[in-house]
């Protein structure tokens, strides 16, 4: 019995998917679930490519302001370092970002507080 119930089920399940009203719904739902896929990737896409610009924006904005600084102070900063008599390319190099970090952030914390900021 319960084989004879298997095997008409089974009969069953072949006539309803070689129907073709079905095969035509079936292959629309894939086609549409195609085109949102696409879309999908596509939106992704953007939405990443948006990122990196605001990443990269940002790396620029960091780097001007960090050359900004620099050669604004590098006279300072000789006399500082060969006074404290920095020898090793590792203290030099940590010594002079962290002055320019240092000065870069009280920079943008003072216009983001109002301080200084002229409007353009």
């Given at each position: 019995?319960?084989?004879?119930?298997?095997?008409?089920?089974?009969?069953?399940?072949?006539?309803?998917?070689?129907?073709?009203?079905?095969?035509?719904?079936?292959?629309?739902?894939?086609?549409?679930?195609?085109?949102?896929?696409?879309?999908?990737?596509?939106?992704?896409?953007?939405?990443?490519?948006?990122?990196?610009?605001?990443?990269?924006?940002?790396?620029?904005?960091?780097?001007?302001?960090?050359?900004?600084?620099?050669?604004?102070?590098?006279?300072?900063?000789?006399?500082?370092?060969?006074?404290?008599?920095?020898?090793?390319?590792?203290?030099?190099?940590?010594?002079?970002?962290?002055?320019?970090?240092?000065?870069?952030?009280?920079?943008?914390?003072?216009k983001d507080v109002g301080l200084g900021y002229t409007k353009p």
């Open positions: 019995m319960k084989t004879f119930f298997i095997i008409t089920l089974s009969i069953a399940m072949v006539c309803v998917f070689s129907s073709n009203s079905f095969s035509s719904d079936k292959f629309e739902d894939i086609y549409d679930g195609k085109v949102n896929q696409m879309i999908s990737f596509y939106q992704a896409r953007l939405h990443l490519a948006d990122s990196e610009y605001k990443i990269l924006s940002d790396i620029g904005k960091d780097a001007s302001e960090m050359i900004n600084y620099l050669q604004a102070n590098k006279g300072r900063l000789v006399q500082e370092m060969r006074e404290k008599k920095m020898y090793t390319s590792g203290k030099i190099r940590r010594y002079i970002t962290n002055q320019a970090r240092v000065a870069v952030m009280n920079k943008a914390v003072m």
